[in-house]
């Protein structure tokens, strides 16, 4: 399976962040498979910011889900993110891994920069 980030590099204060995740060689709602959003900041740990399951479920970071939402288009075999009121302590390389569960993860895209900046 190879999984490609794609959106925006470049974000505005208060914006909100949004992020697609396009993947190939195996479809989003094959059992039982969770699809993630993770993100790290510079010279920082990962961080999960939520998953969406091979069925539609959805779960969030506690610390972020106010202002998180992930959905997903089976027809295009893609899932997004969408991240509101960023600020510029947010700037981070955001990934959309495959795993089997909210806390494993195998496959990962490249990962795509994102910098909140006015």
């Known amino acids: 399976v190879q999984l490609q980030e794609s959106g925006p590099g470049l974000v505005k204060p208060s914006q909100t962040l949004s992020l697609t995740c396009t993947v190939s060689?195996?479809?989003?709602?094959?059992?039982?498979?969770?699809w993630s959003w993770i993100r790290q900041p510079p010279g920082k740990g990962l961080e999960w910011i939520g998953s969406?399951?091979?069925?539609?479920?959805?779960y969030y970071s506690p610390s972020l889900k106010s202002r998180t939402s992930i959905s997903r288009d089976t027809s295009n075999n893609q899932f997004s993110l969408q991240l509101s009121s960023v600020t510029p302590a947010h700037p981070a390389v955001y990934y959309c891994?495959?795993?089997?569960?909210?806390?494993?993860?195998?496959?990962w895209g490249q990962g795509t920069q994102v910098t909140v900046s006015s």
């Open positions: 969406i399951t091979y069925s539609g479920s959805t």
């Open positions: 891994p495959r795993g089997s569960s909210v806390y494993t993860f195998g496959a």
């Open positions: 060689g195996g479809s989003i709602t094959t059992n039982y498979y969770f």
